[in-house]
């Protein structure tokens, strides 16, 4: 979940459990300000009832309108003491029961006793009531929407160096000596990442030259010695007979030679790749040069007996012809190399994608497959044939992924 959305989530939600807190206590408050303006109105008019009795010595008539009512009921004893309640009474008028509030209080008056029931309306009050909390869910309906638009609007402008910075960051490869450039904001934090992505961008950049710089010397410099070692064996061997022990030494030392020159030929490849050193772009029809590759490893496909299939579409290539080639040489060999007695090899080439398929004597392989020198236990390669092969593809801006399906082995490259 992306920060501005967590953020949104939390201010949103925070915000609407503050308005519906402040709208009930709003409400209630409201409600007890309303009753009790009814209240001091009955009691306006239970101090003019009594000013009345005081005067004329005899009960106000009985009342009946459409808002108040006054009724009156003669007790020997007063039980009751005088209160507020709420209550309801029928409203001629409209032909209803409406809800009120009443106060029920006490009058002596010449040695009898009187219960007094005033009772007002309470459908104005509460008809108030009612405006004022759709009132207040409007507004807070309202800053909800307001405070919806201004995070999704404001907070994405806000956040746009950020996202800009990300994906210069994303597409940011060493390879490439590209740079990351600076995005000009007013937020100090934004521009502090962009300080340290800068830096950090450069000092990596400097690390790789370095290293780069050590690869190509170190495999530039081993290509004489290994040169003489080689040339010293070859005079050595027309020098005189050898034992068997002095043979299967002398055999053990060809051996690691030429393993170390395959090693300085592959990483002197990979260095050529990084630095785009070679150029020799062409059209490269890839359905006739995987024909031509089919027919290549004919005699090993026979030899361990492993059925192909193969579906090609016409599929046309911008690319280097010596590039594409090692890239074919290196799928078809990892394809027969890791595969097992009678196994099956699918090639399937669409107009955006190639795909190889093989059956294998490994289960799914790990996720550092394409990473240098990583390969399987019994593998005798070096361990750089797909790293070569995954350099190659992004070089011209190919991917190329592995899955593992069904105990078979998929490699795709997408073009």
Not at 82 to 87: A, K, P, V
Not at 204 to 210: A, C, G, I, S
Not at 234 to 260: H, M
Request: neutral net charge; hydrophobic residues 40%.
């Amino acid at each position: 979940m992306k920060l501005s959305s967590r953020y949104n989530q939390v201010n949103i939600f925070t915000s609407l459990i503050a308005l519906i807190i402040t709208g009930v206590i709003y409400y209630v408050v409201i409600h007890f300000i309303l009753t009790d303006k009814l209240d001091k109105d009955l009691a306006v008019e239970e101090n003019e009832i009594n000013q009345y009795v005081k005067t004329y010595q005899k009960l106000p008539l009985p009342a009946s309108y459409i808002d108040q009512q006054v009724h009156y009921k003669e007790v020997k004893e007063i039980n009751q003491a005088r209160e507020f309640s709420y209550t309801t009474y029928y409203n001629a008028k409209e032909q209803e029961i409406e809800p009120g509030r009443s106060l029920i209080t006490t009058i002596a008056l010449n040695d009898k006793k009187y219960v007094v029931t005033i009772t007002k309306s309470r459908v104005e009050s509460e008809d108030l009531v009612r405006i004022i909390l759709f009132i207040t869910l409007g507004i807070t309906c309202f800053l909800l929407i307001s405070l919806i638009l201004i995070n999704r609007f404001v907070l994405n402008s806000l956040w746009k160096p950020f996202y800009t910075l990300l994906n210069q960051m994303k597409a940011y490869q060493v390879s490439r000596m590209g740079k990351i450039n600076r995005v000009p904001t007013k937020i100090d934090e934004f521009n502090e990442l962009n300080d340290s992505a800068i830096a950090m961008a450069a000092s990596v950049q400097q690390d790789y030259k370095e290293l780069k710089s050590f690869t190509d010397n170190a495999s530039h410099e081993m290509m004489t010695p290994l040169a003489v070692i080689n040339s010293k064996l070859d005079s050595l061997l027309q020098t005189e007979p050898f034992t068997k022990s002095q043979g299967a030494l002398l055999e053990d030392i060809y051996q690691a030679v030429g393993r170390l020159s395959r090693l300085n030929q592959s990483l002197l490849l990979l260095a050529k790749i990084e630095n785009n050193l070679i150029p020799d772009l062409q059209d490269i029809d890839m359905k006739e040069l995987l024909e031509s590759k089919i027919r290549q490893f004919q005699e090993l496909f026979e030899k361990d007996g492993l059925q192909l299939i193969h579906q090609l579409e016409s599929c046309q290539l911008r690319m280097s012809k010596y590039l594409v080639d090692i890239l074919m040489n290196n799928l078809f060999s990892n394809a027969v190399r890791h595969n097992h007695k009678g196994g099956l090899i699918e090639v399937r080439l669409q107009k955006d994608s190639l795909q190889l398929i093989n059956t294998g004597r490994d289960a799914g392989l790990e996720g550092q497959l394409f990473d240098r020198f990583s390969k399987s236990a019994p593998s005798e390669g070096l361990g750089l044939g797909l790293a070569i092969s995954k350099q190659i593809c992004a070089l011209y801006g190919f991917t190329i992924a592995y899955t593992y399906q069904n105990e078979k082995h998929f490699f795709t490259v997408h073009f």
